[in-house]
């Protein structure tokens, strides 16, 4: 572990504990705040009341008249030091294969009515720009090299379900896209956009500032819980999940819509364990070891 140095720790008035583990967004860091929280979940402590890991951070909510200001910050620290000291830090989680539907029409349509004034480049289209910004050769290029690996769930939230999606690669492989010059104020339900590092999947419509991918058939949030991947809970993702992306053409999207009308649509997805060690040493192996996951799912 590359985080020698102790975590941040900030009271947000009497019942909120930030946790910042690094100033920047980094595989190392997400791990340790996802860790962290998975570590404060099983020991359920008294007044708890929420625990929300972030790309860098970890924010705990408490009822200070259950638990003491002084023993949060005690237990939290002694998680923080266990967590980094692991001979092995590994997760158990679980890959995840979602469908897009690449440069298709709605988010076309979209684009086309934000584009002078909004955005960087107003001829052309996002999927052309993120391409020329990365030094690719088209978009098809870009979108191949967006699905062929996988991603890690940072966190979940800025609007209900909205996960954000780190990719597991070497940094110089990165994809790199800056957002949007002046937010949309419309953005297609289920659109997958990039912005910054991250891939964002946006779970109900509304506006939005990241390049705009595609669009995706399966929902993410169902407040109503109909779909069986969200019988346990109304949100799919939850942080430190891993996802697979695989284009899709109209007709399979049509396909997917109808299921999922029907209620019998499911998310192909298997268990996994994540190890960090050694998805930083062999970033293209370790990758090929989760993917083959989905295969026997």
Same mark, same amino acid.
């Given at each position: 572990?590359?985080?020698?140095?102790?975590?941040?720790?900030?009271?947000?008035?009497?019942? !909120?504990?930030?946790?910042?583990?690094?100033?920047?967004?980094?595989?190392?860091? +997400?791990?340790?705040?996802?860790?962290?929280?998975?570590?404060?979940?099983?020991?359920?402590?008294?007044?708890?009341?929420?625990?929300?890991?972030?790309?860098?951070?970890?924010?705990?909510?408490?009822?200070?008249?259950?638990?003491?200001?002084?023993?949060?910050?005690?237990?939290?620290?002694?998680?923080?030091?266990?967590?980094?000291?692991?001979?092995?830090?590994?997760?158990?989680?679980?890959?995840?294969?979602?469908?897009?539907?690449?440069?298709?029409?709605?988010?076309?349509?979209?684009?086309?009515?934000?584009?002078?004034?909004?955005?960087?480049?107003?001829?052309?289209?996002?999927?052309?720009?993120?391409?020329?910004? +990365?030094?690719?050769? +088209?978009?098809?290029?870009?979108?191949?090299?967006?699905?062929?690996?996988?991603?890690?769930?940072?966190?979940?939230? !800025?609007?209900?379900?909205?996960?954000?999606?780190?990719?597991?690669?070497?940094?110089?492989?990165?994809?790199?896209?800056?957002?949007?010059?002046?937010?949309?104020?419309?953005?297609?339900?289920?659109?997958?956009?990039?912005?910054?590092? !991250?891939?964002?999947?946006?779970?109900?419509?509304?506006?939005?500032?990241?390049?705009?991918?595609?669009?995706?058939?399966?929902?993410?949030?169902?407040?109503?819980?109909?779909?069986?991947?969200?019988?346990?809970?109304?949100?799919?993702?939850?942080?430190?999940?891993?996802?697979?992306?695989?284009?899709?053409?109209?007709?399979?999207?049509?396909?997917?819509?109808?299921?999922?009308?029907?209620?019998?649509?499911?998310?192909?997805?298997?268990?996994?364990?994540?190890?960090?060690?050694?998805?930083?040493?062999?970033?293209?192996?370790?990758?090929?070891?989760?993917?083959?996951?989905?295969?026997?799912?």
């Amino acid at each position: 572990m590359t985080l020698t140095e102790h975590a941040r720790y900030s009271w947000g008035g009497d019942e !909120f504990l930030l946790v910042e583990i690094a100033p920047d967004m980094s595989l190392e860091a +997400n791990f340790v705040a996802n860790a962290m929280a998975a570590g404060l979940e099983e020991q359920e402590l008294d007044g708890i009341v929420d625990i929300c890991p972030a790309n860098a951070s970890l924010l705990i909510r408490f009822n200070p008249d259950e638990l003491p200001h002084a023993d949060l910050e005690r237990a939290v620290r002694a998680l923080e030091a266990e967590v980094k000291q692991a001979t092995v830090q590994e997760l158990n989680t679980r890959i995840i294969e979602v469908p897009v539907w690449y440069d298709d029409p709605f988010t076309s349509e979209t684009e086309t009515r934000f584009r002078e004034g909004y955005h960087q480049r107003p001829e052309g289209s996002d999927l052309d720009y993120s391409a020329e910004v +990365n030094g690719l050769a +088209n978009a098809a290029e870009f979108i191949r090299r967006h699905h062929e690996t996988p991603w890690l769930v940072s966190m979940v939230g !800025f609007v209900a379900g909205l996960p954000f999606l780190f990719q597991l690669t070497p940094r110089e492989r990165q994809l790199q896209v800056p957002k949007y010059l002046s937010p949309r104020t419309d953005t297609p339900p289920l659109t997958l956009g990039y912005g910054g590092c !991250f891939t964002a999947h946006y779970s109900v419509r509304g506006a939005g500032g990241y390049q705009m991918l595609g669009i995706t058939p399966g929902p993410i949030f169902d407040p109503e819980q109909k779909l069986p991947d969200f019988a346990d809970f109304m949100v799919l993702f939850r942080t430190g999940d891993i996802v697979k992306y695989r284009p899709i053409d109209e007709a399979e999207y049509t396909e997917i819509r109808a299921r999922v009308e029907a209620g019998t649509f499911r998310y192909k997805q298997a268990p996994v364990r994540f190890t960090l060690a050694e998805a930083l040493a062999d970033p293209d192996a370790y990758n090929r070891t989760l993917l083959e996951a989905l295969d026997v799912a």
